[in-house]
Every structure is written in structure tokens, then in C-alpha cells.
């Protein structure tokens, strides 16, 4: 969702105040570089100053361990017969076609070992293409699409593979500082073999020109690990006459798994 949370001291940084501060991150991360480090740090920083809007709410405790099966008596439980096929088409959810660049994003959710995650719920959320969600607290001045919602989900086959068809979304201004925006991108919601295994994640365009700007996207310190959510566009996923086509895989566990946002969401 955007964040429109940031306090009227953050929004009177400027962008290059921002980019100042996560160039300074930047560089210590490269100084304190392997061996020293104990090798490649995967996940955002949720104590990352240049996000000011996360500055009084992330989380200064570790997380404490609840009880799995506890859980698993109160939490949402889903079947087969409970998602429909078309609603991993985001644009047919209304009378006419949305605008903007219809795309096909595909991809496999894998384990560690790179296994398939079989028939696992993937729901994802996403502005328009002019940036704007349908979200009460999404106010900016772009044009809400009476096709499109933004929102939808399916299950991973057998191959573990998930595809939805949607609109290439906007990027958009979320008042961190002055003149935020954030790059565009789609959030991913995906559950491994338990609810409790909930990862939420944002996936991110090839060589959108805001990453270096983003402090969100910059919270996760280590090139390597920012790449793992950037999909690839791909010719061979792409329809005729229809639509252009991404490929991104996700990775629940182990080393090389894809960042995650526990607590940050914009
Ligand atoms: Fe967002």
C-alpha cells in the first residue's frame, strides 16, 4: 500500500539529502566487505534512517517465536475449490479493459534446494499504471482506472509455476521526503507449506531509473540481493498481438532466497 505516514519533518528532506544518506550506507556496507562480513546480507534493514517514515514503527525487538499450531487454529485457510482460475487475469476483473501495458508476470516459487513449492497461494497487489491504488489513503493526483483494481492471486502448479496477466504499473509519490517516488513494482504476498511461513516481498522493472533514489529498495544493502527482486523481461513469455511478458522467480529459503518486507510496505 503507499505510505502516506511520513511526519512534516521527514517530508522537508530533499531527495538529495536521501540519496546523501544512502550513498553514506552504501559505502560503509562496501568497506565492511567479506571476509569481515559474514557473508552477503540478504534482507532489508528495517533500521534504515534514509526510510524515514519506518523510523518510529519498524521493529527494535527480535521477533518472538509464536506457537505454529496455535496459529493454525484461528488463521485463514484456503483450497483449491477457493481460488478461480480467472483471478490471476487482473484485467478482466471489470467491463472494459484497463489502460496501460498489458503484461504477463510468471515465475516459480522454489525451496533451498530448488525444489518447486507446489500449489502454494502467490496474491499480489499493485498500482495503476498512472501509480495510483485503490486505497483510501492514496490520494495523489493520478487517475484511479474504474478497470482495474489491482489486486489478485492463484495457486503455484504442480511445477511449482505461478502467471498472472496484469497492467505494468506507475511508479508513484509517497511523501518519505520531498519528491519520493517510488519505483514501480508489484507486491507479492506468498505462503510456503504453512500460513505461518507468510513472506511478503515487492518485485521490481529492469533498469528502472528510481532505484537509486528509493530508500526502500536500498534497505537491502547488497547489490546481489536488491537484483533477486528485479524480474527479467523475457521475449519467450510475452503473447503475440497481446501482451509483453517478466519472469520472476521466488525463493522461500536459504541462502539465496528472495528479500523479504517484513514490516516495511509501501
Ligand atoms: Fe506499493
Not at 527479467?232 to 521466488?250: A, C, Q
Amino acid at each position: 500500500m503507499t505510505d502516506n505516514r511520513a511526519s512534516s519533518d521527514a517530508a522537508a528532506s530533499t531527495q538529495a539529502e536521501v540519496s546523501e544518506e544512502i550513498q553514506q550506507i552504501a559505502k560503509a556496507y562496501e568497506r565492511d566487505a567479506a571476509p569481515e562480513r559474514d557473508g552477503e546480507e540478504t534482507q532489508p534493514r528495517l533500521d534504515y534512517p534514509p526510510y524515514r517514515s519506518s523510523v518510529l514503527r519498524h521493529p527494535t525487538k527480535d521477533p518472538h517465536h509464536a506457537d505454529p499450531e496455535g496459529i493454525e487454529l484461528w488463521a485463514p485457510a484456503f483450497g483449491h475449490q477457493d481460488v478461480d482460475p480467472l483471478e490471476a487475469d487482473l484485467t478482466i476483473q471489470h467491463r472494459g479493459e484497463p489502460v496501460g501495458e498489458r503484461m504477463v508476470v510468471t515465475g516459480r516459487v522454489l525451496d533451498g534446494d530448488g525444489r518447486p513449492v507446489r500449489h502454494q497461494l502467490v496474491e499480489i497487489w499493485q498500482a495503476n499504471a498512472g501509480g495510483r491504488y485503490i486505497h483510501k489513503r492514496d490520494q495523489h493526483p493520478a487517475a484511479i482506472d474504474p478497470n482495474f483494481t489491482g489486486v489478485g492471486r492463484c495457486l503455484t502448479d504442480a511445477d511449482g509455476t505461478y502467471s498472472f496477466t496484469t497492467i505494468k504499473p506507475g511508479p508513484y509519490p509517497w511523501k518519505n521526503h520531498r519528491n519520493a517516488w517510488r519505483p514501480a513494482h508489484i507486491h507479492f504476498s506468498l505462503f510456503g507449506t504453512e500460513f505461518t511461513q507468510r513472506m511478503v516481498t515487492q518485485m521490481y522493472f529492469p533498469g528502472d531509473p528510481l532505484f537509486a533514489l528509493d530508500p526502500i529498495y536500498q534497505a537491502i544493502t547488497d547489490q546481489r540481493a536488491r537484483d533477486r527482486l528485479v524480474a527479467t523481461y523475457d521475449h519467450d513469455v510475452t503473447r503475440p498481438e497481446w501482451s509483453t511478458g517478466y519472469r520472476w522467480d521466488i525463493v522461500l529459503t536459504g541462502a539465496h532466497h528472495t528479500p523479504r518486507e517484513d514490516e516495511v510496505e509501501a
